[in-house]
């Protein structure tokens, strides 16, 4: 009987030190040290708190890696953008069906934000590379930077066309606001870009 007691008392002892995977809980105020970078790192951009509202809930990913922090905000700006194009391309849809004067602005519209979701993307391929330093990352930042900085502008040339053009008042109001927030967010990953990667 006592060497069955014996058995049990170790099996059970190895399947508790063996099986189970130790975990450590992470202290309270590590949490409270991501969210502060990420508050300290959205304060250097021109919308603070777009970015704090879009980047706080990834705190925990980012941690304090300024690589994770701007590839973060560029594979959100991706989303949005995607998010933008589809609200103009359905007024494009809607304009079609009306055989409306509008078709051509908004044509020239989907075609910038296509371009624009194109340009963050490949900028978001382009971070894979930036790594440590070194020339080669310097070009690889550089390039980043670029697709980027194009994607800003082809988002202004899509709501140039409609200040240039005539077009329906409540068309204009939808367009100019969601390209307007996608054009802060763009803002705003160069701003994250440029104050914590550049050499």
Known sequence: ????VILSLTLMVF???????NTVATPPGTYQNHTRYVTTACNSTTYPMMCYNSLSSYSATIK???IKLCTTSLNLNVKYAKNS???VSNLLQKAKAAKSHEVSILKDCVDEMKDTIDELKQAVAEMKYVRGRGKTTEEHLKNVMTWV???LTDEGTCTDGFEEGKVNVE????????????SKTTSNTL???????SY
């Open 1 to 4: 009987m006592s060497r069955f």
């Open 15 to 21: 399947i508790n030190s063996s099986s189970f995977p």
């Open 64 to 66: 304090s890696d300024p």
């Open 85 to 87: 194009t589809l609200v």
């Open 149 to 151: 900085s194009s994607a």
């Open 171 to 182: 068309t204009k109001k939808k367009v100019k606001k969601a390209v307007s927030q996608l």
């Open 191 to 197: 701003a994250l870009l440029t104050h914590y990667l």
